[in-house]
């Protein structure tokens, strides 16, 4: 429960930082280097966000910041986003999504052995 909590106030706070910075950018407030710094902060925070709902094993789309759909095809490389989740997921979480991706893999190899067993018998 208190890793709910937490997980709530963290995204509710960057997600106050990223609509803040969107905001001043689309007004065009911001301008020259600083947009440029304010445009990669608003990836960096994207960039935590991300790993934030994987670190709490939900299903993450690409968020279209970190998206590369606009990129040519000679650019379109999703190694960035394995990048990303792999090395700013804490260690702890990446041995529970480990664990969790093992138990998987066992119940399912156990239900279909339980199945082949099934239409063995069932079929004589």
């Known amino acids: 429960m208190a890793f709910y909590v ?3 106030l963290i ?6 930082i990223f609509n803040r910075i969107s905001l001043f950018t689309a007004l065009g407030l911001i301008i020259g280097p600083q947009y440029i710094i ?7 925070i994207t960039k935590r966000l991300f790993v934030l709902e994987l670190e709490q094993g939900k299903e993450v789309a690409i968020p279209k ?6 990129l040519p095809y000679a650019f379109r490389f999703y190694d960035a986003i394995i990048h990303i989740s792999q090395n700013l997921c804490s260690k702890e979480k990446r041995q529970i999504l480990s664990l969790q991706m093992q138990l998987s893999k066992y119940y399912e190899q156990q239900y279909s052995t ?6 063995i018998f069932y079929s004589q």
């Open 6 to 8: 937490q997980y709530k």
């Open 11 to 16: 995204k509710l706070r960057e997600t106050q």
């Open 38 to 44: 304010c445009l990669l902060k608003q990836i960096e």
């Open 65 to 70: 910041k970190l998206s590369q759909d606009e």
């Open 114 to 119: 339980l199945n082949k067993m099934r239409n």
